[in-house]
């Protein structure tokens, strides 16, 4: 018996120092004050063991656990039965712990226990790498804002709220206008800067109360607007996140200058799971890009059933551009003080069996998103010169081709080489054609595009700045390039003349003329504008009081009857 008793004291003796060993244990009584605590607990919680006996787990509470979680434990342990759970834990140092716990309470069975034995294993190491885990797969590393699936988490649970509290939220898509322009001409180390000091700005100036942030694409943010009471709520929060891109952003000693489109959804009204508001926010947002960029539109309807789809769009324009259904139009250019021809410029046009004329300007920003604008633009600069060089051949007195060329294009490496071999090809002389840079190449140029230019420019090439006084360059920044003609932009013509555009108009005609430039002015459609123009000395024209952009055909008869 004495043996039996001796082997048996003996084998809890081990059991307390392999527990000892192996584990962190803690007891209290059944108020919860602890009246045990191993070394591993010591060493882990950072007290020590005096500092431990008599007090309660309060001393090591973090704060992470809502009370329900402590609620729910004691009410298991108190009516004796075993409670198993992963607790987050202080130390004495601030710093975090973790432990995978279990209690045990005493006597066993006892619906009214005394102690509880509770034995901890450390797991925050395995928390920490599931934290990265759960970070990698819900977070952007870049904006550090929770990503896509992060977005669709969240939304479950807002809509969970949302039904129990019968209320609305408002999901608004972003979408930056141009970025893959940013990215393409300035590197990606700019584009990701960008991104970080959008999402920064935006957090500073969002209301984190009530908004939450997300970025689930390259240049897509989701902001998550809850419980708003009104769609004037919406509207105001809109419009407040257009405003925070006014001012520009300094990347990298570049001011970069970049806008947005949103689209919103709302719960429920717009869908009521968390796919399909994501989808109506991002057709609002195709429609507000499509519509002129830098606006919001709010999801309807009608948007599902009149919107064509990019995707389908961009097939069909690649299918366009193989079974040569693309065209060029020509619009004269006309020396304002003789109102003669002195040229054209080739004009994009795609006659879709279905759809109808397809603007360019809907178009070309898909090809420009899509890269498909390089082999197309390809395209329009060998059909223009070679066009150019039958003119000729046809007996007509020589004059120059304006071609559009996208920004993107001069990211291409053998732009130049692709320039001089449509010359070539065609046996057109390089001074028979203009290149039309629009005013992005100039705010972002860097020495890479400056060179290409150059090179056009010592080929004999012309080359002119389309769209003048829309972008942000200004005379300072073409003084130093190989410009040969500024286009004022239409929208300051179309107003002319008795308007605050007339002194823009002038101040443009002078400072051209000062720096030796020609200057063109685009749109004229009335006489008035067209004496306004004359009277102030611009020496080149284009617009419907001249004549509309024409087919080839028509273009020869023009020259023809000028014969
Ligand atoms: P842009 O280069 O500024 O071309 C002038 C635009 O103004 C043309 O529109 C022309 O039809 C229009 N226009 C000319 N005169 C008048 C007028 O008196 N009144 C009004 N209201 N409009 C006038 P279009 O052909 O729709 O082209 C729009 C833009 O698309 C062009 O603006 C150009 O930026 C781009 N684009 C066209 N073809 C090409 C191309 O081959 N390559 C590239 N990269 N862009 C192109
Ligand atoms: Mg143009
Ligand atoms: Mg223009």
Redesign the pocket.
């Given at each position: 018996m004495l043996q039996i008793e001796h082997k048996l004291l003996e084998a809890i003796e081990s059991i307390k120092y392999a527990l000892d060993q192996s584990s962190i244990l803690v007891i209290t009584d059944e108020k919860g004050v602890i009246t045990y605590a191993n070394e591993k607990f010591c060493e882990i919680s950072k007290y020590r063991e005096e500092e431990l006996l008599g007090s309660t787990h309060q001393m090591i509470n973090s704060g992470y656990h809502k009370q329900d979680f402590f609620k729910e434990m004691w009410t298991t342990i108190r009516k004796g039965d075993i409670w198993e759970g992963c607790i987050r834990n202080r130390a004495k140092d601030g710093s975090f712990f973790w432990v995978d716990t279990i209690i045990v309470p005493f006597p066993k069975g006892s619906p009214n226990p005394i102690s509880y034995v509770s034995i901890r294993r450390d797991i925050t190491k395995q928390k920490e790498i599931e934290r990265q885990i759960y970070e990698l797969a819900y977070y952007d590393p870049l904006t550090h804002l929770r990503n896509r699936r992060g977005f669709h988490e969240y939304i479950e649970q807002e809509i969970e709220n949302a039904r129990h509290e019968q209320s609305m939220f408002a999901t608004i898509f972003i979408d930056l206008d141009r970025f893959k322009l940013v990215n393409d001409t300035l590197g990606h180390k700019v584009g990701d800067g960008l991104l970080e000091a959008i999402a920064c700005r935006m957090n500073e100036r969002l209301d984190s109360k009530l908004t939450t942030m997300f970025r689930i694409g390259g240049d897509e943010f989701t902001v998550v607007w809850s419980n708003i009471q009104s769609i004037e709520d919406v509207k105001a929060t809109a419009a407040k996140i257009l405003h925070i891109f006014e001012e520009p952003f300094d990347i990298k000693g570049y001011q970069i200058s970049i806008t947005p489109s949103l689209g919103v959804s709302i719960y429920p009204t717009h869908g009521e799971d968390s796919e399909s508001l994501l989808r109506r926010a991002d057709t609002a947002m195709y429609y507000a890009k499509e519509s002129g960029e830098n606006h919001y539109e709010i999801y309807t309807e009608e948007m599902e059933n009149d919107f064509v789809n990019r995707t389908t769009l961009e097939q069909e324009l690649r299918i366009a551009l193989k079974s040569n259904k693309l065209q060029l139009?020509y619009?004269p250019k006309i020396n304002i003080q003789n109102k003669k021809m002195v040229g054209v410029?080739?004009?994009?046009r795609w006659n879709h069996p279905e759809w109808g004329f397809i603007?360019?300007?809907k178009f070309?920003p898909i090809a420009e998103n899509s890269g498909f604008?390089i082999p197309l633009?390809e395209w329009?600069i060998r059909t223009a010169c070679k066009q150019n060089k039958e003119w000729q051949n046809e007996g007509y007195a020589p004059f120059i081709m304006s071609?559009?060329?996208?920004t993107l294009q001069f990211k291409q490496q053998n732009l130049v080489e692709m320039v001089a071999d449509a010359l070539r090809e065609s046996d057109l002389d390089a001074k028979w054609i203009e290149i039309?840079i629009?005013e992005s190449v100039l705010i972002n140029y860097g020495s890479e595009v400056i060179d290409k230019l150059n090179q056009l420019k010592a080929m004999g090439v012309h080359i002119s700045i389309?769209?003048f006084g829309t972008g942000y360059s200004s005379f300072n920044h073409i003084k130093n390039l190989p410009i040969d003609i500024v286009?004022i932009d239409?929208s300051f013509v179309s107003e002319l003349p008795n308007s605050n555009d007339e002194a823009i108009v002038k101040a443009i005609i002078s400072m051209a003329q000062a720096l030796n430039l020609k200057v063109l002015a685009?749109?004229?459609?009335t006489e008035k504008q067209w004496s306004f123009l004359h009277q102030e000395g611009c020496q080149e024209g284009?617009?419907?009081?001249f004549s509309?952009?024409l087919p080839s055909e028509e273009i020869e008869k023009l020259l023809h009857r000028n014969n």
């Open positions: 139009y619009q410029e080739a004009l994009l603007p360019p300007d070309i604008i633009g329009v071609i559009n060329l996208s039309e629009t389309d769209d286009k239409r685009e749109g004229i459609e284009q617009g419907f009081l509309k952009p």
